[in-house]
């Protein structure tokens, strides 16, 4: 939508907001809604579901109302947690429109009044001040200024300055000024209702790689099973079996050979490692994030609030000449106005305070001040003592303007040299000089930053020796991002988001995924961009975890396979997360990783037992019916051994297992064909068991019970092999 010139000084009127409403529709984010009893409905067409539905329904044909029990209880589990999932996804929505403001002060018919920013139209006129929220985007009609924290859609860490003719976003916040903007955007075309429709996409493409591994495993043993089963039930008709026995053997075989349980078992196995979790006051509200934490490779991780504080610190002080740091915050303070203060002066102020700085400014009374402007990027104020009267003119301001204002000596030599080394690193400063006998002296100079938190540069650490890449984004500046980087230890390839821009514009889908994968920091980038980053990430085979706090954050978290709020997040941030951190700072996600990698070897471990368990049963009951034409187990027997075999080795999900050193994930053939090893292996053995008892003329239902035992005996053996990897089957449980 472009700038509009429609409208007039006394602003729209009734007629032209009609036009424009109907034109433009209403300021919000438009959803479309289902009936909860859809969605719901929607749960039992999904693969995992249908795949349990056919075991379901078989076993209702049977007759094997045990099974048909059990089976409808692991379903429902099944598609309740996924009805619980949607649900939370649904609430990052909603958290997102919330951030909008309700209200708006608005020009029309040349007279002010409050309406609901929801009418607002394009070419609306609105007044805003400090404290209120932006309400859609819009441009800056007054000559005055307007200093914006705008952290929630780019995540910069200082407020910014906007003048004339200068956009700003919706969502953002008033710090300081006061003055009329013309709206330009409304609804889902600002910035933020992109954010939202960012959201959506993630949701739409959101498919886990555990969702993969089960539907795989799934329709590997489904295939397997239903073709050997038609082939047996061939040949028991040909062999002039009754058609009724016949049906029925093949139904229980079928129905055994679905796992049934295999969702419900890797879930709860999650459910505990998640619970192991709440214990280090990290809450997991996507149980399948547990999977995907195990195999990330690489941790895209915010700046603002997530390696930094959020809070605009005095990072260091340098005085000139014959003045102390007690001056240097006095004659500052001079220049700080009362009432509302920025993020800067507050820090200037919370730091003189801390150091008892704050007392002499009142021996001073102010007699004239000049605000701080964006055109003269400087505070200009006069006082005298109150006991003799004696004055005194100080300027506060950019250290590029003051180093141009003062006397030309060794002072300013200095000053000009810590200009300079402080643009390099990126920091914000502000310069103090005192007029003394008609010229302005430098008297010293104030650096502020977001300080790193404690334990970001120990956590970045432990995450790399984790073999896990950290990517920082930030919407600060080159420079900045430059410093947070070197001093946590990140990396040294630093990317701009408009180079990014470039190379998605004149290059090929090559060099933008060779230049994303390569960089360890990106700056000055908006929620977009980070949504883009890990999109490509994940499409060059990485499996990407992000972290975040703010609004700017929540595309990007939905759209991570694993999405981590900090501490202090915003709602839309949390509701956009899979994990969401109680306490402060990042140390445990290095545990989380841990336990993580340990819950999917539990989880590889029981979902290699079940295929090679299926693949012994079935050929292994086809064989022998072949070669004997006689069952080795009866129908009932059949789903006895499924139940021993599952119900009990559930108890895996709290097995002791080796910590990992490096990612690890599904590998779907090297899974698929260990335990095929493991099936055929059992095949052989129970085959020349079942060989033995027959030519020994062993009774039928002696044969059948001593293989019944040794199914299930050798089923729980097989757990040892799978949950050891290359080690020995007989090595003790392995400890913490």
């Known amino acids: 939508m472009n700038y509009m010139e429609t409208s007039k000084p006394k602003g729209l009127s009734l007629s032209e907001i009609s036009r424009l409403q109907e034109k433009y529709g209403k300021n919000e984010i438009e959803e479309e809604i289902q009936s909860t009893i859809v969605r719901f409905l929607k749960k039992f067409i999904a693969p995992i579901p249908l795949m349990i539905e056919i075991a379901l329904v078989l076993s209702l044909i049977a007759g094997r109302w045990e099974d048909f029990s059990i089976i409808l209880v692991l379903l429902s589990v099944n598609i309740f947690i996924e009805f619980f999932q949607e649900q939370k996804a649904n609430k990052a929505l909603q958290a997102l429109k919330k951030t909008l403001t309700p ?29 209120d929220v932006v309400p859609a985007d819009a441009v800056i009609l007054g000559d005055g200024y307007l200093h914006i924290d705008q ?4 995540g910069e860490s200082f407020s910014v300055e906007r003048k004339k003719n200068e956009t700003i976003y919706a969502g953002s916040v008033i710090q300081r000024g006061k003055s009329l903007v013309r709206v330009v955007t409304i609804g889902a075309d600002t910035m933020m209702g992109q954010n939202v429709d960012l959201v959506k996409k993630a949701q ?22 239903v073709s050997l089963t038609l082939f047996l039930f061939g040949f028991l008709i040909a062999r002039g079996d009754p058609l009724i026995e016949s049906v029925r ?33 990290t809450i997991v509200s996507n149980f399948k994030a547990i999977e995907e934490l195990a195999g990330i490779d690489e941790l895209c991780v915010d700046k603002t609030g997530t390696l930094t504080q959020n809070k605009v610190t005095v990072f260091s002080s340098d005085v000139y000449g014959k003045f102390n740091e007690k001056d240097l915050f006095t004659y500052a303070l001079l220049a700080i106005t009362e009432g509302e203060k920025s993020p800067i002066e507050s820090a200037i102020y919370r730091y003189a305070s801390e150091h008892d700085f704050h007392k002499k400014v009142k021996q001073y009374d102010i007699d004239t001040i000049i605000p701080f402007d964006p055109t003269r990027k400087m505070t200009e104020v006069s006082a005298h003592l109150k006991n003799n009267g004696s ?3 100080i300027v506060m301001g950019a250290p590029q303007i003051i180093q141009g204002l003062v006397v030309d000596n060794d002072n300013s ?16 400063s502000l310069a103090v000089a005192k007029k003394v006998e008609g010229v302005l002296i430098p008297v010293g100079m ?7 938190r404690k334990d970001s540069a120990s956590m970045v650490a432990a995450i790399k020796k984790r073999n896990v890449r950290i990517k920082m984004l930030t919407g600060d500046h080159m420079a900045i991002g430059k410093y947070i980087a070197r001093t946590l230890g990140i990396g040294s390839n630093h990317i701009k988001a408009s180079v990014l821009h470039n190379l998605q514009k004149t290059k090929t889908i090559h060099d933008d995924a060779s230049a994303i994968t390569n960089a360890d920091v990106f700056t000055e980038v908006v929620p977009s961009d980070k949504y883009h980053i890990v999109d490509i990430l994940q499409k060059e085979n990485h499996i990407v975890a992000m972290t975040g706090d703010g609004v700017n954050d929540a595309p990007a978290l939905k759209k991570a396979d694993v999405g981590i709020a900090v501490s202090g997040a915003s709602p839309a941030a949390r509701s956009a997360s899979d994990i969401i951190l109680l306490s402060d700072g990042l140390s445990v996600i290095k545990d989380a990783i841990d336990h993580a990698r340990m819950t999917f070897l539990r989880m590889h471990s029981y979902a290699t037992f079940r295929i090679s368990e299926t693949i012994r049963v079935v050929i292994f009951i086809t064989l022998a019916i072949l070669v004997f034409n006689y069952s080795p187990l009866s129908a009932v027997m059949i789903v006895l051994l499924s139940l021993l075999n599952d119900i009990p080795v559930m108890a895996i999900a709290y097995d002791n297992v080796p910590t ?7 590998n779907m053939h090297s899974t698929l064909f260990i335990a095929s090893i493991l099936g055929v292996a059992g095949v052989i053995s129970s085959f020349m068991l079942f060989y033995w008892l027959h030519i020994s003329g062993y009774p039928v239902a002696i044969i059948q019970t001593i293989i019944f035992i040794k199914l299930d005996v050798a089923g729980h053996s097989t757990l040892y092999l799978t949950r050891t990897g290359r080690d020995h089957f007989w090595k003790r449980h392995f400890r913490h």
Not at 151 to 154: A, R
Not at 257 to 272: D, F, N
Not at 413 to 428: I, P, T, Y
């Open 103 to 131: 209200t708006a002060i608005v020009l029309r018919d040349n007279k002010f009044s409050k309406i609901d920013a929801r009418d607002l139209v394009p070419s609306d006129i609105v007044q805003l001040s400090i404290g």
């Open 151 to 154: 952290s929630i859609i780019t």
């Open 204 to 225: 739409r493409e959101e498919k886990s790689h555990f969702q993969k591994a089960v539907l795989t495993i799934g329709k590997f043993l489904i295939i397997l099973s």
């Open 249 to 281: 053997f093949a139904l229980v075989l079928t129905i055994a050979s679905i796992p049934v349980a295999l969702p419900a078992v890797l879930t709860v196995t999650m459910s505990i490692g998640a619970s192991v979790l709440a214990k280090k006051n």
């Open 391 to 393: 004055p005194i003119d």
């Open 413 to 428: 030599k200095q000053l000009f040299c810590d200009v300079q080394e402080m643009a390099k690193k990126g920091l914000r």
């Open 446 to 452: 104030i650096s502020l930053l977001d300080p790193p």
């Open 660 to 666: 990992q050193k490096r990612p690890v994930r599904w």
